[in-house]
Every structure is written in C-alpha cells, then in structure tokens.
C-alpha cells in the first residue's frame, strides 16, 4: 500500500498558539491532497485540500503547504482554540482511491 | 454529519457470524465508499463504488462484501467474521464535480469476539 506518514503521533500547544501538523508522503504520481480533523466519536471532516500544481492554499485560520521536491505537506492552524483539539490526517489522491496517514493528535491547553 | 447515516453504530458479534453494516446517504452523491479505522494505522480502504452498478476493491478488501443497493445506500458484509475484524468502520460519500471531498459518517465500532 502507499505510504503516507506523519512526523509526530501527538502535537500539544497553547492557546493562542499556531499549530504545524506534518505529513510526508512517498508517491510522486500524488496529485491532490487532503486535510481532514477527526473528533472523538465522530467521522474525519474536510479542512483543506491542495492540488499538485500549488504549493500553498489557505482557508479560514488555516493554510495546507505542498513541498513536491520533498514530499512534504503541512498543515497550519493559526490560533489555535480548544475546539481545534481532534486528530489530524492527511489524505493523498492516487488514480481514484485516497490514501490516509495515520493521525496526528493535537491537544490545545487553555 | 448527519447526511451520511451509519447503522448500527455499535455491534458485538461472534466469530463466524454473518454481519451487514448499513450506510445510507441524502447529500445525493454518487460515490460510496467504505473504511476502515484502526489504531496506529489511520483509515484504510476496503470497497468503493462510483454507481450503482460500479464496485471497486480498495486496498483490503479480503474478507468483506459490499452492495450497492442504490444511489443512496451502501452497505458492508463481513460474511464469517474473525476477530481481526474488530474495528471502526466509516462510510464516506462524494460527488465527482467535487473530486476528493468525501463526507463521513459517523463510523460504526464492531467488536468481533
């Protein structure tokens, strides 16, 4: 299967603080690329998505950078508030199936 | 989301037993799919189907069954259930405009003992 990985398991920050999630991937053919937040008890929700042909995209209080030389996409949480506590995955696009990471926690202390 | 409607959302069954989870859907997308979750190794693809009359193998689909029974529904068959089977299973929809936006339910936790 692909391999797509995250750098940490678990990430804790303060309040108020930016948080950067990693995630490495290893299939150059990627072309499309997804952030999803999971919450305890419920299914991932979409964040943000980013094509191959772009290096940066941003949203509300966030922004997904693609490094393709290195295989590389992070996500930035700007300010983070308790409700941006949840795990984190990055999803990459091969033909027509997604492949997951395996999460990153992310606590937010008050 | 309430859109994507996973049932049941508990199950404990025994090995060997037949088991069906249920997935209906009302965003009236026509992509279905269905994971599953373990721990340490994030959510892993077992069937899709892009129509009623497209199904697809995902990376592990080995032991499971899917039918797509309409546009709005897919449901999921472990048809002799082992216990690593235990899981979290998700099923997502999509639409094709949209590409990889995939909207989940709220998962199903099987216990297979």
Not at chain 1, 32 to 52: H, L, T, V
Not at chain 1, 82 to 88: E, I, K
């Amino acid at each position: 299967g692909e391999s797509v990985g995250l750098h940490l398991p678990t990430l804790s920050v303060q309040e108020g603080d930016n948080s950067i999630i990693n995630c490495a991937y290893s299939n150059s053919a990627s072309d499309y690329f997804i952030w999803y937040k999971q919450e305890s008890g419920k299914g991932p929700q979409f964040i943000i998505d980013i094509r191959s042909n772009m290096d940066k995209r941003q949203g509300q209080r966030v922004t997904v950078l693609l490094n393709k030389t290195v295989k590389h996409l992070s996500l930035q949480i700007a300010a983070t508030q308790p409700g941006d506590s949840a795990v984190y995955f990055c999803a990459e696009n091969i033909g027509n199936q997604f492949y997951f990471g395996t999460g990153t926690s992310l606590t937010v202390i008050p | 989301d309430a859109d994507v409607t996973q049932t049941p959302r508990n199950r404990i069954t025994k090995t060997g037993k037949r088991i069906m989870l249920e997935c209906s859907q009302t965003k009236g997308h026509d992509r279905m799919y269905w994971y599953r979750q373990d721990p340490g190794l994030g959510l892993r693809l077992i069937y899709y189907s892009f129509d009623v009359k497209d199904i697809n193998k995902g990376e592990i689909s080995d032991g499971y069954s899917v039918s797509r029974q309409a546009q709005a529904k897919f449901s999921l068959s472990l048809e002799s259930a082992i216990p690593n089977q235990t899981a979290l299973y998700f099923c997502a929809t999509s639409d094709w405009g949209t590409k990889g936006i995939q909207y989940f339910g709220a998962g199903t936790r099987l216990s297979v003992l």
